[in-house]
């Protein structure tokens, strides 16, 4: 069994910048990939950025690219989602997520466990 836990979520202004941590706990995080996911009020869970376990492998989404940064320490068992020039639309629920594989994916089926999520709001 895998259990996420997310933290660092908070109120910050436009433009601030923010880390969100996830610490997976259990035998299982060895060779899985992770991936960070945000849910707005009213609106589905959506796909942020997604790590492979070598770190080898990254995605983001449109929305985030240049301004998130996904990081992994294996050797910590940690994974990182730094926040760049904050805008009031990231305000959302914050979800860490592994799943079964090493390789990254975009899709929130194919992930297996997740967080109970942080809160980032972003204030205009």
């Known amino acids: 069994q895998v259990q996420l836990v997310e933290s660092g979520g908070g109120l910050v202004q436009a433009g601030g910048s923010l880390r969100l941590s996830c610490a997976p706990s259990g035998r299982t995080f060895t060779s899985r990939a992770m991936g960070w996911f945000r849910q707005a009020p009213g609106r589905e869970r959506e796909f942020v950025a997604a790590?492979?376990?070598?770190?080898?492998?990254?995605g983001y989404a449109d929305s985030v690219k240049d301004r998130f940064t996904i990081s992994r320490d294996n050797a910590k068992n940690m994974v990182y989602l730094q926040m760049n020039s904050l805008k009031p639309e990231d305000t959302a629920v914050y979800y860490c997520?592994?799943?079964?594989?090493?390789?990254?994916?975009?899709?929130?089926?194919?992930?297996?466990?997740w967080g109970q999520g942080t809160q980032l709001t972003v204030s205009s």
């Open positions: 790590i492979s376990w070598s770190g080898a492998s990254i």
């Open positions: 997520a592994a799943r079964s594989g090493s390789a990254i994916s975009s899709q929130l089926r194919s992930y297996d466990y």
